[in-house]
């Protein structure tokens, strides 16, 4: 029989629209989570919503675009009207950006680093006191092996997965003693549609992917499954003593 | 338990052990089919009695860790009751408060009893163990147990540190090397964790403060929750971890 682990938690996720971050969505669903989808696209967020109550799972949207200030603010206030509580953050929401620090324009930069750190920031700020009071909390950061080591044409991206990395340490330093546990996974090139889009761009779509595949050891990129895995465990109770941790999901890509 | 494990042909080291004896206990309850090994064959026999009265089928084998052929015994017993190898968890290793130290007091041959436990014992065990994993690769796996002073050495304890840091290129290089034939290699790193050892220092105020004041969570792990890791990254739940050093310690900052 297959064990619940997150039964009657409460959690967010951001971009639960469509890849790592949809996948995530099902499986804290599949798990027994209550789950909360948040995303831009009204669309893409309900269709994961549908998906998860068409199995029997509990979920719900709330339509939030976490450039804004505000949006990060209701989304935890709304998710605690509704449910009580809430026990998981999940931050996956990003973008990516494929340029050079020269070509990056300061409203490419700002647009990615107020994704990608700043809306990260933003519902920590909120969600933690909530957390604190009840003394308990998982939050889980989707950082990236750009946290650890630069790519080609991606600065700001670089710098925005080091800042989120970072942050996760700083977090989990500081509201261990609350009972609050903050992790990040730092996933390899996944397939998502993103990544398809990216390999369509290129005069050889086929040979890109096949690039993509060859950097990792396992000579293959990650499916958005294997990231939701590590979510789910380092969202649970089995990862009762792991904080200010990282989980590299990479096929090896870093030992190279 | 949910059961991640079923049929995993798993062999334990230095699993009579606080932590290596939890790995194997978590194991067998998630229905793998687990190998033993340690310096005492009582505490080894007692050990699969418990497994099996867990449910699950274990066998043991008594064996040194420095010696390559009690190790491949060892592997060979394993892999003739099981069929096969999936999962080797490289758990045996030494710490030697009283003898380890800086130069100015670290003797050449404590230095070798700390590298042939800690390191070179984790070679011997993936030399006569890796044609087993490839065979039932993929989705064979290595696992290695360092310490946060794999990465952040130790003030105190200089052969143990290079004894465990070594096993960061030696992880990475495994990965690197069966990554594409589809065996996994991965470095679980834990912090402080109530076993015999650290329960001396735990029980001492003097000795603990500095522990607890260093560890985020201000307390030390129990050796379930580094199983609960063990076990998560034996199963197919991990099937895209390779090459990573896992850490788990309660956030310690060193």
């Given amino acids: 029989m297959r064990v619940k682990r997150l039964s009657r938690k409460i959690a967010i996720v951001t971009g639960a629209g469509r890849g790592i971050g949809r996948a995530i969505a099902e499986r804290f669903a599949d798990e027994g989570a209550t789950v909360v989808a948040a995303n831009r696209n009204e669309q893409e967020g309900n269709a994961v919503v549908t998906h998860i109550t068409d199995r029997g799972g509990e979920a719900s949207f709330v339509r939030t675009d976490i450039r804004v200030p505000k949006d990060c603010e209701r989304l935890i206030a709304e998710t605690v009207e509704r449910y009580g509580c809430l026990d998981i953050l999940c931050n996956n929401a990003g973008v990516g950006l494929l340029r050079t620090v020269v070509e990056t324009s300061l409203e490419d930069y700002a647009y990615l680093m107020d994704t990608n750190v700043r809306g990260a920031f933003l519902l920590c700020k909120h969600a933690i006191p909530g957390m604190s009071d009840r003394g308990a909390g998982s939050i889980v950061n989707l950082a990236s092996v750009a946290s650890y080591v630069g790519f080609e044409r991606d600065a700001a991206y670089c710098a925005s997965k080091g800042a989120l990395l970072m942050l996760t340490r700083q977090l989990a330093l500081e509201y261990a003693p609350a009972g609050i546990r903050v992790n990040a996974i730092c996933p390899g090139f996944v397939d998502t549609p993103e990544l398809r889009h990216y390999c369509e761009q290129q005069t050889d779509p086929e040979a890109a992917m096949a690039a993509c595949n060859a950097a990792h050891p396992m000579g293959r990129v990650g499916r958005p499954e294997e990231i939701a895995a590590a979510a789910a465990f380092l969202a649970s109770d089995e990862s009762s003593f792991v904080t200010g941790a990282s989980i590299v999901v990479d096929g090896g890509l870093l030992t190279r | ?254």
């Fill in chain 2, 1 to 254: 338990m949910s059961a991640r494990l079923r049929g995993r042909r798993c062999l334990v080291t230095g699993a009579t052990g606080g932590q290596g004896a939890a790995v194997s206990r978590r194991f067998a309850s998630e229905g793998a089919r687990v190998a033993v090994t340690d310096l005492s064959q009582q505490d080894v026999d007692a050990l699969v009695l418990e497994l099996q009265a867990l449910g699950g089928e274990a066998v043991g084998l008594r064996a040194d860790c420095r010696d390559e052929e009690e190790v491949a015994a060892v592997v060979e017993l394993a892999t003739s009751a099981f069929g096969g190898l999936d999962v080797l968890y490289n758990n045996a290793g030494v710490l030697l408060p009283d003898q380890d130290g800086p130069v100015e007091t670290l003797e050449r041959s404590v230095w070798d009893e700390v590298l042939a436990v800690n390191t070179t014992s984790v070679f011997l065990f993936c030399k006569h163990a890796v044609k087993h994993l490839l065979a039932s690769a993929p989705g064979s796996v290595i696992l290695n147990v360092g310490s946060v002073a794999s990465y952040a050495g130790d003030a105190e304890y200089h052969a143990y540190a290079a004894s465990k840091s070594a096993l960061i290129g030696y992880t990475a290089s495994l990965a690197q090397r069966y990554g594409p034939a589809g065996l996994r290699a991965n470095l679980i790193c834990p912090g402080f964790v109530e076993t015999a050892m650290v329960s001396q220092w735990i029980d001492d105020v003097h000795a603990s403060a500095p522990i607890l004041n260093a560890t985020a969570l201000r307390r030390i792990g129990q050796p379930e929750e580094i199983a609960a890791y063990a076990a998560f990254l034996a199963s197919a739940e991990a099937s895209f971890v390779t090459g990573s050093v896992v850490t788990v310690h309660g956030g310690l900052v060193k």
